[in-house]
């Protein structure tokens, strides 16, 4: 590993920060061409999500995911982090009211593939879904799966995706034990499921990661505070992925490929060609490259019934930052506000 020159180490962990889009696709181009049919037989996939959509097609053909893979356009992919095993290792057992998304995100490449930016949407934020009351966010992928999530998404950021994944914590768990477990810092005990740890930097394996994620009680932020540990988790496996050997191992990293590619599932048209020109478009991105942020949020409250927790979101702010996804300067305006998309004090 520490003959492995930095330039290549730092283009390998950065790739594999697209969040499993990245770990399925951050491989040499060799060792990518020998092994994609049999990463793409495990990956399933949507029959066409974008059905419906009046402004849009309904897919794209070679050429389209070709040029969409160069650059110059932004690639927009919501990744959905299901709590249902069922909605993403088999899409096609998805049941109205059946499954809901504990983690939402919009993950954009840039235009020119210099930066990526994940906005986190809380799954509690109270929001109006096409042909339905308003209702929390995740909600949408309970009542109309896939379509329904994309168009209240798109709806409500203005922002047009180009493809979607699915997975889930359980299927983070098995992607971080594959890891040789994460290093994260408890900034409080954590007392959850099976898991009781002081306060401290520990390494957790995929049962404790996934323990950390879904602790429900002792957080000030509730939702907000659930939201960061799953970011906090995703920038815990790309450094292990980067610290160890995983990357630089053929062995481990088609062992980490294949449990990635078992467990999620996308879009029709994200075929494995495309997310490896997308992967080899982004070859100069870097650590500082990537950012991690939170759609605004004025904070906490209670449905109109009073029944339900919800958070608030800050719907002028929101129009300010999807408008800079839209305009492909998403890295540029988070680095120039980040008070309006950091959780700051809403959070533990």
Do not use: C
Not at 207 to 219: C, E, H, I, M, V
Not at 263 to 291: C, K, T, W
């Amino acid at each position: 590993m520490a003959n492995e020159p930095p330039r290549s180490r730092t283009k390998l962990a950065l790739i594999i920060a697209l969040s499993l889009v990245a770990l399925l696709i951050a491989v040499p181009v060799v060792a990518f061409l020998v092994m994609q049919n049999r990463i793409d037989d495990r990956i399933e996939r949507f029959e066409d999500p974008f059905a419906g959509r009046e402004d849009r097609d309904s897919g794209e053909d070679d050429d389209d995911a070709e040029e969409e893979s160069d650059g110059d356009d932004p690639v927009n992919i919501l990744v959905l982090g299901s709590d249902s095993r069922i909605s993403a290792g088999d899409p096609s057992q998805w049941e109205a009211g059946g499954q809901r998304t504990d983690a939402i995100m919009i993950a954009q490449v840039s235009g020119d593939r210099e930066s990526m930016t994940f906005m986190s949407i809380p799954r509690d934020s109270w929001v109006p879904i096409p042909g339905h009351p308003d209702a929390k966010i995740n909600a949408a992928f309970s009542w109309g799966g896939p379509s329904l999530m994309i168009e209240t998404v798109e709806d409500l950021t203005g922002i047009t995706l180009d493809h979607i994944m699915v997975t889930d914590f359980e299927s983070f768990q098995a992607i971080t034990d594959e890891l040789g477990g994460v290093e994260i810092t408890l900034t409080e005990p954590l007392r959850s499921g099976g898991t009781d740890l002081p306060a401290g930097t520990h390494r957790l394996n995929g049962s404790q990661a996934l323990d950390y994620t879904r602790q429900r009680y002792g957080l000030s932020g509730g939702d907000l505070s659930r939201m960061q540990r799953q970011q906090n988790w995703m920038r815990a496996m790309m450094v292990s992925a980067f610290n160890r050997d995983v990357l630089t191992n053929p062995g481990r990293l088609n062992d980490l490929l294949i449990v990635v590619a078992e467990n999620v599932a996308v879009d029709e048209y994200f075929q494995i060609s495309h997310m490896r020109n997308l992967a080899l478009s982004m070859r100069n991105i870097r650590p500082g490259d990537v950012n991690f942020i939170s759609a605004p949020v004025t904070g906490l409250g209670r449905s109109p019934d009073g029944a339900q927790s919800i958070v608030h979101l800050d719907f002028e702010a929101l129009d300010q930052v999807s408008q800079a996804f839209i305009e492909d300067r998403a890295a540029q305006f988070v680095a120039e506000n980040e008070d309006l998309v950091q959780l700051g004090d809403l959070v533990e």
